[in-house]
């Protein structure tokens, strides 16, 4: 994935807001928007750059819910959220067959019936904690143009110029648009060909909770 480092973003925004470097105290509220503008714009699209695919163990659960092939992903380390189930790597297996499954409670849940060991989930990775501190990693550079719009609107804001934060925002949220359109029509051109198993029972003991 193309990649900007934080330095490079926190230049662009001084020189956006005129200003030649940023006290201290402003250089935390930055960080602190830059940090939730990520959060926020990781989750609304399907970003092909951050998608992952993990194998993860199927076993028997009791607690907090009772079933016999189930997978947690709650506050996995790898893994946010679900987009699809494989019994196979999807990017390497020709014959990978898209599975059925169920989120309850944390868990990813199968068919009672099915004879799957592991399984391959494939979706996005988990958000770094931060940005802009030593070690941390550099910021996905197809969000650069929303992340630098956006925290000029929020800086606007902080500074009681509001007519122009509204305006900043207004042109940032068309920026995330057309890079969402962008996705949409790189899943239709490039859409993986998978097979699908036919549709079972979950079972009642997947929806008992304990």
Do not use: C
């Not at 076993?59 to 494989?86: E, G, R, Y």
């Not at 941390?136 to 007519?163: N, V």
């Not at 198993?197 to 929806?207: H, K, M, R, T």
């Amino acid at each position: 994935m193309r990649t900007v480092t934080y330095t490079e973003l926190k230049n662009r925004f001084t020189s956006a807001i005129g200003v030649d470097t940023l006290l201290s105290v402003e250089e935390t509220a930055f960080k602190n928007s830059l940090n939730d503008r990520v959060k926020g714009a990781w989750t609304r699209a399907q970003w092909p750059e951050l998608m992952t695919v993990v194998e993860k163990t199927v076993a028997a659960v009791t607690s907090p819910i009772v079933a016999d092939k189930a997978v947690q992903i709650d506050n996995d380390a790898n893994l946010m959220d679900v987009f699809s189930v494989f019994d196979k790597n999807p990017l390497s297996e020709r014959t990978a067959f898209k599975l059925d499954y169920n989120l309850i409670n944390g868990y990813l849940v199968l068919p009672a019936n099915s004879s799957q060991d592991s399984v391959f989930v494939m979706g996005n990775q988990v958000t770094p904690s931060s940005y802009g501190e030593s070690g941390d990693p550099d910021l996905p550079r197809f969000l650069e143009r929303y992340l630098l719009l956006a925290t000029i609107s929020d800086w606007y804001k902080s500074d009681g110029q509001l007519s122009k934060s509204v305006e900043q925002e207004a042109i940032a949220e068309e920026v995330l648009a057309l890079e969402i359109d962008r996705v949409e029509r790189l899943e239709g051109m490039n859409k993986i060909s998978v097979n699908t198993y036919p549709s079972y029972s979950f079972g009642v003991n997947i929806l008992t909770t304990v």
